[in-house]
Every structure is written in structure tokens, then in C-alpha cells.
């Protein structure tokens, strides 16, 4: 019996390969429809025909699809979301989480993304050599990177110790897509990570983040950049 781990708003789905059972209709739902087709895909190594097949295999009307996803790709953008939302979701049961460091804030979001994609990490290694465009441009990962990008401004925000609002606008997204850069090289790194429960992927989260909380020191930033506007006027003069 073949067994996939699934975790998807803070439970571990175990999915199993039997007979379904009679009551199915009745359970169907959108992380019921995400666990078949993940466990569709490596069971056989390639995405479903078709959404009817895929549907009458495991034994609910297309009708019940179409009411969560409408169409694989959908589905294959809300399994990123689901990790990243779920992701969030293990973070804010810890009380002592917002009184982190920026630096234990982002250790903490790198290493909880990474368990989730290490529990599915059949699935996500499937799903990253099947896409032609290089981890950079897979799309599927679309929704997730905005998520991404969307937590790392607020943390941004939260530390700031600036109160120049334009100065914020400006780096906001500077940083936020760096930081989503090295979680892309991260991603990139752990793909081919062998090492005993992926140590080496750990080591390298935490001498990237030293590297992403440099940058997140808004104060310093904001200095360097008045101290340049500063020398521009003077060589104007």
C-alpha cells in the first residue's frame, strides 16, 4: 500500500491507496480533490488525462470539481497556496512568534515552509522537473510568491524604524523580491539536497537569512541613501 503525506491547513492527511469508500460523494471537498490528484500524479508519473477521467476514477461528478477549481492548473496553483497557507497557520499557534527578531521571524518561516515541502516533497520534486521554464518562471508558483512577497513587506513594515513613507514604498518591494529570490535559490538548493534529513538545506537557510535581516535594516538604508541624495546635490553646485 502506498501511503502520501499530505499537510494542508494544519492536518497530515494520509492518503492510501484502497478502495474508496461508498460515502465518498458526501466528503468531497477541495483538499479532498487536491490529496486524488496528488496521489494520481505519483502513483503514475503524470498528470491526469482529463478532469473527467480524473473525476470518474475517483468516483465524484465534475460538477464537484468545477465548484473548487476550474481547471489542473488552478488546482496546481492552490496546492502551493495551501503549503504557504498552511505554513502561516503553524507559525501563529506560537504566542511568542510576533515578539521575534526579524532574523527568528524569517528562520521560522523558512524552516516551517521547507518541513510542509519535505512531507510532500514526492510531489513537489514532480512538479519541479515537470516544468520546462526553470524554477524562476514556474508559474504555478504565482499566487504562492505574492503570499511570499506580501509577508515578507509586513515584516519589513514592522520593523522599520523609518516613518518616510515613500522611503517605504521603494524598498518594500526591492526586498520582498530578494528575499523571494533566495527562497527561489533555497528551493533550487533543497531540490538536490541528499544530505541526512537535508542538513545541508538547513545550513544554508540560516546563512541566507543573516544575509536577508542585513538587508531588512531599513535605518541604514534610509542613511546611505540621504547621505547619496546629499552628494548628488553637491555635485550639482
Known sequence: MIKQFVVLYGKTIIMATSKKASIKKNLIDDNQIISDYMNDVLLHNQEPKNIYIFCKNHDFNESDFYSFFGSFEALKNEIWVKFFDNALVIIEKDTAFES??????????????????????????????????????????????????????????????????????????????????????????????????????????????????????????????????????????
Not at 521571524?105 to 513537489?124: A, G, W
Not at 514532480?126 to 504555478?140: H, P, Q, R, S, V
Not at 510568491?145 to 523609518?162: D, L, P, V
Open 100 to 237: 521575534y527578531a526579524d532574523k527568528d521571524k524569517l528562520l521560522t518561516l523558512y524552516f516551517t515552509l521547507f518541513e510542509i515541502m519535505t512531507l510532500n516533497r514526492s510531489y513537489v520534486l514532480f512538479a519541479l522537473k515537470n516544468n520546462k521554464e526553470g524554477i524562476k518562471n514556474l508559474k504555478y508558483l504565482k499566487q504562492f510568491r505574492n503570499r511570499f512577497k506580501e509577508y515578507i513587506t509586513a515584516i519589513i513594515r514592522e520593523s522599520s524604524t523609518s516613518s518616510n513613507e515613500k522611503f517605504l514604498k521603494v524598498i518594500e518591494p526591492v526586498f520582498s523580491e530578494g528575499a523571494w529570490i533566495q527562497f527561489l535559490l533555497l528551493l533550487k538548493f533543497w531540490n538536490h539536497d541528499t544530505s541526512k534529513n537535508f542538513e545541508k538545506t538547513d545550513i544554508l537557510i540560516e546563512k541566507s537569512v543573516n544575509t536577508v535581516v542585513g538587508l531588512l535594516d531599513t535605518k541604514q538604508l534610509e542613511n546611505l541613501l540621504d547621505l547619496g541624495k546629499f552628494l548628488w546635490k553637491e555635485k550639482r553646485k
